[in-house]
């Protein structure tokens, strides 16, 4: 079921200007918060059954209630980096609907006490960045942001940090060094970053649509929240539909509704009504899916049972006119070059993964090459630092399991071309191999 | 056919067979992708500087001492670049954070991460030229080597290639052709799978992209103008339901007046 709760102004011309967002009862859950105790919001936001939006899937409220208490420099981080292929709904609403990530960082900042926050937005993203600084200069302007935010004696001071075209990035320690001027290495947790984050400090890092929520589940209530989507599941969720259907783009739903109903219903359908070959449910990083799932329930344990994941909701639709050979060629090289290589089963087994794939795709591989790339994604599978690498190993181990009669058709039909076109070459005219060749 | 052991060894000796054939080639299972124009008869592939690892740009002279962090006295830094990095610097409380920003206007500035560029990075920042230099290797957008200053990035990720993305990239290519001007390249996801295959030409999301548009955006990008006005990201107000579909002309919930976003082709988003 859709259902508008963080899409409900989207299209309201002019949203990204604080004076249309104000007119339609913006910043007031702000003022709200403010005059709230900090135990409360938190407190709310467990109620609320809110879980990251940006892949884990965390509860937030249980993360905001780690970040020590006391006076000390606190961080709030919001992760726009949304690198993850397939995934677009943090750059709609930092693009339509800033301000509502700016209340809700507001109000996250004051329930945990930090005092600076960073947008930290992917490089490619210019003209969001842009908007979102002209947003920040006006709520700076009205005294939403500042040494004495609303009067009430807060500091918070916001910026946004713009990185330079990196996934890795987007993991949250990684996101941290690359804030703090580095190469974006991902770093050993424990500590966790509400720990010991941003320049060592307690650090809360979310992501921008579990941000722009908690503006929302102050204005419904929490109760009213919870009581969306599904058990451990509650709330709307911003999806991302891309590949081979009729209307690619961002939908909000409640979690629970089934695939078929958001690739069939919302989306359209497939393009020239074809079969779904496969779907990633939650961006690349997600083992794939095939047209047998489509009744699923989309919600974080659904999809956990299936065993596959929601991630980031970024529903990537493939159709049966393709092949699953080239998709995984796709997916593996994709990580092989995001790859930060700090750790070695990550960095070379994305890299062997890929030329495997890739001599398979060119008919130079036998079927014993599968069963190779199952055994080095099992042994990348949680040996590495950060989870990246599991990110390739999932979706390419799960294809090959899920497709390996197409993996070992692609093989044979690719060496019987190649073999064809060596022996016409060998018959060719004037090739002084004919005369080696007969004995 | 002349095989050669090592192409840097001018006393190596050179093997030739006269008339025979060609060899079959390396196994290129294994090979990196070649660089255009490689010699493929040769038994070990070679790269810039003689490395055997494509990238090596600008091998590294170990005769030199590497260098400190830049005397200001002898930098001279565009005045415009020195506030805006100094700008930067203010916004953090370790001044270190600013690096990939100014590294980012260091380019805006002299078109790529120029050692001329770094070295004036590194000298309104207080760090050594070798430390900014390990971070322009490290992200995609900034550039370690001399390109031209029209950036188009074109997605070949997974849903876009699944529309045609490849196809955009080599037509587009192959219109643009050799000019010094245009850096385009192949790019991961760009986050805009909604209006696949798509491409950002100078932080300009553009798509979905006809195969009969791609002349016209080649003129475009050669010539700096505006991109294919008509499909730019910032025009698309619909998120939901009617996705995709850029025609349906909004009416505000408050005023009832049409969207001004369609009026005057999305520029004021
Ligand atoms: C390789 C990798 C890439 C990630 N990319 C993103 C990203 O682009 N955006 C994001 O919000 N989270 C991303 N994450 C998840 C973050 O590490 C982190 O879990 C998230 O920002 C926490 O916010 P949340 O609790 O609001 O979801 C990524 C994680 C990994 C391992
Ligand atoms: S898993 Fe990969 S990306 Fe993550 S730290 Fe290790 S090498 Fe880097
Ligand atoms: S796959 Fe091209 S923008 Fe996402």
Redesign the pocket.
Known sequence: MTNHLLFQDIDEPGLSTIEVYKRRGGYLMAEQALAMARDSIISSLKDSGL????????P?GL?ASFIPQGKMDKFLVC??????PG?FK?RELMQKNPHSLIEGMIIAAYAVGANKAFIFIRGEYVQQAEILEKAIEEAKAAGYLGPDVMGRGVELDMWVHRGAGA??C???T??LDALEGRRGNPRLKPPFPANQGLYQGPTL???????TAITYILKVGAEAYAAMGVEKSSGTKLISVSGNVKRPGNYEIEMGMTGRDIIYGLAGGIEDDREVLLWFPGGS?SPVLTKDDLDLPYDYDSLAGAKTMLG?GAIIVAHDGNSVVDIAVKTASFYKHESCGKCTPCREGTSWTTKMLKRIQSGEATPMDLDVISSVCEQIMGNCL???GD?MAMPVASMVTKFRPHFEAHIEQARAANEARLLAELDAPGNVLQGIAAD | MTIRRDPLDPNERELVREGAPSPAGPRRAYMPELPDGADLTQEVVRFDGGSRVPGQHGATDLTKDPAGVPDPAQVEVPAALRAEIEDFMSRYPDSRSAAIPALAAAQRVHGWCSPQAVEQVACVMRLTPAYLTAVVGFYDMLEGTEVGRQTVYVCTNISCSLRGADDLLASLKGEIGDHPDVNIRGFECLGACDIAPMCSVNGTYVGPIDADEVPELARQIISAQDPLPGKQLVRRRVADVAANSDDVARASLDSGTLDPVSLDGGRSA
């Open positions: 879980r990251g939006r940006g892949g884990a899937g965390f937030t993360k992760n726009a980096d949304e690198s993850e995934t943090d996934y890795i987007g993991e949250e990684g996101l890092i979310n992501n921008v649509e579990t941000l990083s980031s950060c989870v990246l990110a």
